[in-house]
């Protein structure tokens, strides 16, 4: 593979309960998973709304991506632009790709949209999240991923359900608990997870 100068963006802090839940642990992910290099731009407090930052990401929001040939912003592109430059984590074929890309919009679209309704206790979420699962639970039959092998479609997929990781209406679906489980346990996602944490800086708090 070329050479990619791999960067993100990431906040150089947030409080305690924000830690581990920012969207730039999706491409810290997927490199970790890829094996790729990279660094981090920590946006310290204001620096979301600057113009130079919104030239590269418009809505001022993390995480915003570079590899010195393309820069992305919002998360589902980055995951599958680094999805498509590693040899682990792309599809097998045209078709597999397209299948990948299907479930990256499922999770950020399908599934979060109706997650986050959940978290936020709005009415009818529960129902919307729970025939969600239900239909994820029936498409990933006895499958290990969402497609042959671990993906950035699972990255997504994971990161969204994780949002709602202790709820009951998650755990009342075995087969998503489960798979859900079996993602968070790659040691990938212990090393994002981690990377995040490591990053914030609490001499640089608002
Ligand atoms: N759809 C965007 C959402 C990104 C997002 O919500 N980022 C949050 C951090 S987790 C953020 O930057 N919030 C600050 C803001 O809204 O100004 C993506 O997936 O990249």
Known sequence: MPDFDFHVSAFAWVPETSRGWVKCLRPRWAFEEAG????????????????????????????AYDDGRVRLFESGAIL????????????????????????VFAALNTFETHTSRLTDGLP???????????????????????VERFS??????????????ETAVLRRHAGVSAYLARCLARPAFDRALQAQFADFDDSRVA
Not at 36 to 63: C, H, I, K, N
Not at 152 to 165: C, K, N, P, Y
Request: aromatic share 8%; proline share 3%; no cysteine.
């Open 152 to 165: 950035v479609a699972d990255i997504a997929m994971a990161t969204v359900l994780r949002e709602i990781g």
């Open 124 to 146: 009818g979420a529960v129902e919307a999240v729970s025939r969600r699962l239900e239909a994820l639970e029936a498409a990933l039959g006895d499958r290990e991923w969402l």
């Open 36 to 63: 790729f290099a990279y660094r981090t731009t920590r946006l310290g407090p204001g620096e979301g709304g600057s113009d130079g930052y919104r030239a590269w990401q418009p809505f001022g929001m993390v995480p």
């Open 80 to 103: 599958l632009r680094i999805g498509a430059l590693s040899d682990r984590l792309r599809g097998w074929d045209d078709a597999e790709e397209a299948t990948i890309a299907s479930w």
